[in-house]
């Protein structure tokens, strides 16, 4: 299953190590990242395949946005069929 | 190149978090005709055992898609054949066992309404329709979170003005027995016109005879997602204005297919309709009332009002039917008095009154709901309140409908608190000048024409 990571959050040291870090641990594979600074605020976007995760999805949501609340980040995992239906014909 | 358009990303994001994106309901539709028993306690029993066998699923996977898509799945509901059919097989005179049944099969599944304690009675009453209608005030006030409906008009029929005048008696007397929450349990009943069968939406939710055994129908939401989007249109032409409502009801309306369509999967329940409605809450920023605001109008309920609410009502249908394979309900703009934080600063101003409230139920979805009245209003005038919005139901060939709560005790200038989705309701006046003699005529009004269209 594939599926959106959003982070989004003040600039700081280490975001991206941190997100991926929890990912790995949770045999989480990141197909694709894409990252800004927009006005101020650092956002990263990441495409990955959940398939192989040892969680249920709704616990990995939950691990992910606990972990950026630690941060002071916010942290979505969303399944990628949300962002396809809303946005292609 | 990313393999996703970030903008696109942070918009749902943005919508979601900060715009009140949500799915307003995902409601399992029920058929009880099988349950029909001449033992009132077996036909309960039956109700029972078959709402809480068939939805024994239906919140995990509601809770389930709302962690995987992130999107918040709002309430999950159920509706069932309208129980007149159901109960008249059972020898009872009083129908209040079934809504306690209904009921006990909410707190179950643990689903947040349940829908259909309802009776069609648009152009005559059965013994049985009679009967659950006289057991609406205790069926409505004995239990929790049992909605009610009676519909009494149709295109077709034309209005049962029995039924309207037995409906005003009715409200008063539920509002009597709810006194000590404001009359609460009027915001549970609903008076139709052109009621339809697969509505998804509270009060008036009923699973119609001509649907199946089950159905999953969903409701979307979004004012504040409309109300976003025009803020960035500020000026322009009102051509601008019906495109950008489009595509927002385009992806909100896609986003609702999505959800039925896995719900529908994981349950292994028919997918019935998404109703294409833009449902208000009183949360700031999730306002109809704002929208309206936002095309120009300094309150809602001056001039101006009604045009608006046509334009977006229409804009919205227009975006959602493309994004659905199947479009049912009552799809359109709702505007609930109580639970629309916009309407109830209007109405608190004066500008907004129950007349001009009528005029705009002329273009939009439902009718005059959520709105309270003063305590003392008589069940004559809550009945020829009924009558006029039947009327335009009628004529138009739409569905209207009638959620009043006469608030025992209380005066124009109060204000009632429900609390939750249903808000808080300013006490609104009505016409003091009476609407006896006609109510008490009785009768049909007869069917109207459907050619000679002026």
């Not at chain 2, 029993?45 to 709002?74: H, M, N, Q």
């Amino acid at each position: 299953m594939r599926a959106i990571v959003t982070v989004i959050g003040k600039d700081q040291v280490g975001i991206i190590a941190a997100v991926c870090a929890l990912l790995s641990e949770h045999k989480v594979n990141v197909l694709d990242i894409s990252q800004t600074i927009l006005q101020e605020y650092f956002t990263m976007i990441m495409l990955v395949d959940a398939s192989q995760t040892d969680l249920p999805f709704a616990g990995l949501v939950k691990t992910l946005e606990e972990a950026g609340q630690e941060r002071g980040l916010v942290i979505h995992a969303q399944r990628e069929d949300i962002f396809n239906a809303m946005h292609r014909i | 190149m990313p393999m996703f358009n970030q903008n696109e990303i942070l918009d749902t994001i943005h919508m979601i978090d900060q715009q009140h994106l949500d799915v307003r309901t995902i409601t399992m539709g029920i058929n009880l005709l099988e349950c029909c028993d001449s033992d009132p306690k077996v036909a309960c029993r039956k109700i029972y055992d078959k709402i809480t066998c068939s939805a024994k699923d239906l919140v995990k996977v509601g809770e389930d898609i709302e962690a995987e898509f992130g999107i918040p799945i709002v309430n999950k509901r159920i509706s069932v054949t309208p129980m007149a059919l159901v109960a008249g097989a059972s020898q009872t005179e009083d129908y209040t066992p079934f809504a306690v049944a209904l009921d006990r099969a909410r707190a179950e599944t643990g689903v947040n309404f349940i829908g259909g304690f309802s009776a069609l009675v648009q152009k005559g009453m059965t013994p049985a329709d009679e009967r659950l209608i006289h057991s609406i005030p205790s069926a409505l006030s004995e239990t929790e979170l049992v909605c009610g409906s009676v519909n009494v008009g149709s295109t077709k029929a034309g209005i049962n003005m029995d039924a309207v005048a037995l409906m005003g008696r009715t409200i008063k007397e539920l509002a009597a027995r709810t006194a000590d929450k404001d009359g609460f349990g009027c915001a549970k009943l609903v008076v139709f016109c052109n009621a339809v069968e697969d509505n998804p939406f509270m009060a008036g939710a009923f699973h119609g005879v001509s649907e199946g055994d089950r159905v999953i129908n969903v409701g979307v939401s979004g004012p504040g997602v409309v109300y976003h989007a025009l803020q960035s249109v500020k000026g322009q032409s009102f051509d601008v204005v019906a495109e950008t409502v489009k595509k927002t009801a385009f992806r909100i309306t896609r986003m609702g297919q999505l959800v039925a369509q896995e719900a529908s999967a994981r349950l292994g329940v028919p997918f019935g309709i998404v109703d294409l409605s833009l449902a208000p809450t009183p949360a700031v920023g999730d306002s109809v009332a704002r929208i309206l605001e936002e095309m120009g109008l300094e309150t809602c309920g001056t001039h101006g009002t009604t045009a608006a609410l046509a334009l977006l009502n229409d804009a919205v249908k227009k975006g959602g039917v493309m994004a659905s394979s199947h479009v049912g309900g009552l799809s359109g703009a709702f505007i609930p008095v109580s639970e629309d934080e916009g309407m109830i600063a209007a109405a608190q101003k004066g500008t907004l009154c129950l007349d001009k409230l009528e005029a705009m139920t002329c273009v939009c979805s439902v009718g005059l709901d959520m709105i309270a009245v003063p305590g003392d209003t008589s069940a004559e005038t809550l009945s020829a309140i009924i009558a006029d919005e039947a009327a335009i139901g009628m004529v138009n060939a739409k569905t209207t409908a009638v959620r009043l709560i006469p608030a025992p005790g209380k005066r124009v200038g109060d204000t009632v608190e429900f609390g939750g989705l249903l808000g808080s309701a300013p006490i609104m006046p009505v016409h003091p000048e009476s609407a006896v003699d006609f109510v008490r005529r009785g009768g049909r009004i007869p069917a109207p024409m459907q050619s000679l269209k002026n």
